[in-house]
């Protein structure tokens, strides 16, 4: 049986309102689980400021590490949306003014309203795929393998469902979940062990603190539904042999 | 009149579960708004996978780059608990078991609890100092000018808070907001003269939809209050020149 390939992808998280705290990014948890879902694992996500060196090295160092790169923010019409011009540098690519973009910002806008400020939006890497906007029109655009999309959430979105049927998934990662009132630590070397006996599987740990008690939560992960059932079983069986409940996914209340 | 030094920083988020959807990274925004308070410029940010080489990888790029990096994440007892290896290879120093992590651990822990287990989370690079933990003992740690701190966000934040007076901050950045209902590419030519005109400001435009109606929020950041007050003057003259309310602050309402 031949192994599926693993499919990575990076996200670029473009913006100084991050970094200052100033907007609460929630792109990355939307392509995050976007991603899972069509079986390409997230492996790197960077916020970086609106600063050309600093997209440029970025682009470049996560295009060449990972399989797909997603952008996200800075291809608005103002002096602070330099997306574009920086992917063209990190490809060594003339930045054109893609004629099917400029097409469509002429159909949007009223007479009169499309100035240069606005044209800059059609602005690509030589030889981009638009992604299309079904929001506000002004388009996103694929350059090898990196795909460039808005920053505001509700066209991110629209966008990245949209450019879906584009991307190529490997094996879908699925996960199960087991709970228990159990510190970690008094669980951590049965479950090292569980991990070294399922080394295919990823076997996560989260603490919470729930009704006044610490337990976690242990997330299994892989791609094949008896090796996660496999590992669950055995799960179950050292929680009990701890003194505590296995619960099935996430304890309710908080 | 010296220029103020400009002191950076990076935040590296440690952990499988943000890549795959599963939590939703909070200590961004608290590490943000916290350094922007000390004046210090969060200049990048980057999430990596429970996967020492790349941990070790990025460790090195932002240590080498900023002049201070904060780590969040895998800290605790569990086997996909690998920070401190990591960061003690990322500096190629040897990691000890810290005698007054251990200390600490031994007065926290009834008898018979304080397992390999939870010993681990003693675990430091040689010639650490130790970042105290109020909620739940088992401390972080810097070395050099990197802070190790914890995952769970009301730890981070007791870490963070604590270790404020050790970090030397510049100048302190200044942020001013003035808002209007007018079109970000209809005010664009206007905002980057502004930008020309005020270079040492860093002058930010962030496009929001409320009550049905457009606008943006443009945001003046700077360490001078005077070239601020200058700048925002302007910016109020240019907003009614287009047949708009300046707004001083975010628009009520969403």
Redesign the interface.
Known sequence: MSEPRIVTAAVLIIG??????????VN???L??GL?ELGI???????????EA?IVRAVNECRARYDYVFTTGGI?????DITAECVAKAFGLKLIRHPEAVARLERHYEPG?L????LR?ANTPEGAILVDNPVSTAPGFQIGNVFVLAG?PSIMQAMFDGLKPRLAGGAP?L?RTVSAFV???????G??EL?QRYPDL??????FFRGGKYGASF?L?GTETARIDGAATELRTLIVSLGADPIEGEPAGR
Do not use: C, F, K
């Open positions: 100084n309102e991050i970094l200052s705290g100033r907007t609460r990014d990355l948890a939307y995050a689980a899972t694992r997230l492996r790197e996500a960077r916020v970086v400021a609106d600063v600093d608005g019409p103002t002096h602070d309203m100035n240069e400020a606005r939006m505001v990662v996960s510190g970690e630590g008094t669980i951590a070397p479950l090292g991990q990823d076997i996560g740990s989260y603490p997330v992960r």
